[in-house]
């Protein structure tokens, strides 16, 4: 029986050990590209690229990313989890292991991306001296990467390889392409303008730029955007993309992101505004109001780099209420400290809660509207006392505590993110509803415990969070998506 288990426990770690060699799903998105970039050594800052570059691939929700700084290391069997390959590397050479891994990586039928100067690392040519100043060029121990990319510099070097930095157009050369179909006939560009460089016979250019010879330029159209196909797969490369600025330009981001999934999987599902900053044709409107507390000017940062979100700021609540907005926004976040609103302004305010819109309370705007008892025990479902009540103490504050937040029931805001370790302010002596649904609390004991809620309102979603009194809380990743996700919960996008 012994020798049974024995064999028993060894078949079943070994068929663990074999899944986990094998069958890698569980650790990349359902149905998405897998990506890996590949960095760590560069002439232009890849510091700041490379996670730009993911940035720009994980916003379009198509694609599952990682980074390697490492590359001499690859191997074929490293690399086999990927569709495809973006190069932001313009160094040492790897090694004839990890370069015939990419090779045959392309050639079995997967993608490469090359972008902007990583062209010249591996282009065939080894570059001498300063990639802006080259000294000479010599034959790279890689030749086949140039086969690979489809063109590269000539062995005679140009003076420079590319004019002053400036604003010019980039004219869609194939329209019909997967990549640049339906961006239109240009797009601008801010950036370095490569010049003289030698394409293979079958290279296919899908973009161009004039070089202005009153720029340093050769006074011919250039390359900007090509692809090439080597052995079974799919080679994407463009000279733009010489830092993050240039890569913020939106026809930067359409076609890099475009680009990549061509080279993936041989065609673009992703529109051509993918990945851009546009806004979403009905992204949340949200009014947030302050007024009446001092706070740090890091408070907006909150509300900023949601293409799903659209916010408006009111300085003081007579301001956002001064006129009805039910139909103007989704959702009002307060964060004033407000006792003064007068009967126009208390209708509209009652009015927008009543409609079904959504309401956050946050940190000090739990102490509006001492007097008004519909506010404070019918919709927020708690207030901090400014002041004795009868017996009723005031209630106390306490700066700079260290916190320790957890889950005080299962919810959409909440999943995923406690423990919160944080150092904020604290309130005790509140007036806290016994019917609200408490969603985070903590055992600091300059706290009253609760410190999100959800009220039992049953006209609106009404959600009330003590958190939030400076920077530290501002900056505080965990923070940051819990007031996002109360503000999308509170429009009932997202969840129940």
């Known amino acids: 029986m012994k020798r049974l288990l024995t064999i028993a426990c060894v078949l079943i770690a070994f068929s663990i050990l074999t899944l986990s060699a094998t069958d890698l799903s569980p650790f990349f998105r359902p149905d998405a590209v897998r990506v890996l970039i590949l960095s760590g050594r560069n002439n232009h800052d890849w510091r700041t690229t490379t996670p730009y570059l993911k940035e720009l691939l994980l916003r379009t929700g198509r694609f599952d990313v990682r980074v390697c700084e490492e590359p001499a290391g690859m191997t074929s069997e490293s690399l086999a989890p990927y569709h495809v390959l973006v190069l932001d590397y313009c160094g040492p050479s790897w090694g004839s292991t990890a370069e015939q891994a990419v090779a045959q990586f392309v050639k079995g039928g997967k993608g490469l991306v090359v972008v902007h100067g990583a062209i010249y690392g591996f282009s065939g040519l080894e570059v001498l001296g300063d990639g802006h100043k080259p000294t000479g060029i010599k034959e790279s121990p890689w030749g086949e990467f140039r086969q690979m990319v489809g063109g590269g510099w000539k062995t005679t070097p140009p003076k420079r390889f590319h004019g002053d930095r400036h604003s010019f157009t980039v004219k869609i050369a194939d329209s019909s392409h997967p990549i640049t179909k339906d961006l239109g006939a240009s797009f601008a560009a801010t950036d370095e303008l490569y010049h003289q460089m030698e394409l293979l016979p079958d290279t296919k250019v899908l973009a161009t730029a004039f070089d202005d010879p009153k720029r340093g330029g050769t006074g011919q159209p250039e390359p900007m955007l090509w692809v090439n196909q080597h052995g079974q797969g799919r080679v994407f490369y463009t000279?733009?993309?010489?830092?993050?600025?240039?890569?913020?330009?939106?026809?930067?981001?359409?076609?890099?992101?475009?680009?990549?999934?061509?080279?993936?999987?041989?065609?673009?599902?992703?529109?051509?505004?993918?990945?851009?900053?546009?806004?979403?044709?009905?992204?949340?409107?949200?009014?947030?109001?302050?007024?009446?507390?001092?706070?740090?000017?890091?408070?907006?940062?909150?509300?900023?780099?949601?293409?799903?979100?659209?916010?408006?700021?009111?300085?003081?609540?007579?301001?956002?209420?001064?006129?009805?907005?039910?139909?103007?926004?989704?959702?009002?976040?307060?964060?004033?400290?407000?006792?003064?609103?007068?009967?126009?302004?208390?209708?509209?305010?009652?009015?927008?809660?009543?409609?079904?819109?959504?309401?956050?309370?946050?940190?000090?705007?739990?102490?509006?509207?001492?007097?008004?008892?519909?506010?404070?025990?019918?919709?927020?479902?708690?207030?901090?006392?400014?002041?004795?009540?009868?017996?009723?103490?005031?209630?106390?504050?306490?700066?700079?505590?260290?916190?320790?937040?957890?889950?005080?029931?299962?919810?959409?805001?909440t999943a995923g993110l406690a423990p919160i370790h944080i150092w904020d302010e604290t309130y005790k002596g509140m007036w806290i509803s016994p019917t609200v649904k408490v969603l985070l609390k903590t055992g600091n004991p300059t706290s009253d415990g609760p410190v999100?809620?959800?009220?039992?309102?049953?006209?609106?979603?009404?959600?009330?969070?003590?958190?939030?009194?400076?920077?530290?809380?501002?900056?505080?990743?965990?923070?940051?998506?819990?007031?996002?996700?109360?503000i999308f919960w509170t429009a009932g996008r997202l969840g129940k």
Request: glycine content about 8%.
């Open 239 to 413: 000279a733009l993309g010489h830092e993050v600025p240039a890569m913020q330009e939106s026809g930067f981001i359409a076609t890099f992101v475009r680009g990549t999934e061509w080279a993936a999987t041989g065609k673009t599902a992703l529109p051509p505004d993918a990945g851009c900053n546009a806004q979403v044709s009905k992204p949340l409107r949200l009014l947030v109001v302050t007024g009446g507390h001092a706070y740090e000017s890091s408070f907006y940062s909150l509300f900023d780099g949601y293409r799903d979100l659209a916010w408006d700021h009111a300085a003081t609540n007579q301001e956002a209420f001064k006129n009805d907005i039910t139909g103007k926004y989704d959702v009002v976040l307060m964060y004033d400290m407000s006792q003064n609103l007068d009967d126009k302004g208390r209708k509209n305010l009652q009015a927008f809660v009543e409609a079904g819109k959504g309401l956050v309370v946050l940190h000090h705007a739990i102490a509006n509207y001492q007097t008004w008892a519909w506010w404070s025990k019918e919709v927020v479902g708690g207030r901090y006392l400014l002041q004795k009540e009868g017996d009723t103490p005031g209630s106390t504050y306490k700066h700079d505590e260290e916190l320790v937040v957890e889950n005080a029931a299962q919810h959409a805001i």
């Open 452 to 486: 999100a809620w959800i009220s039992p309102y049953e006209k609106s979603r009404v959600v009330c969070v003590q958190l939030g009194h400076d920077g530290k809380a501002y900056r505080h990743p965990a923070f940051r998506e819990l007031v996002r996700r109360t």
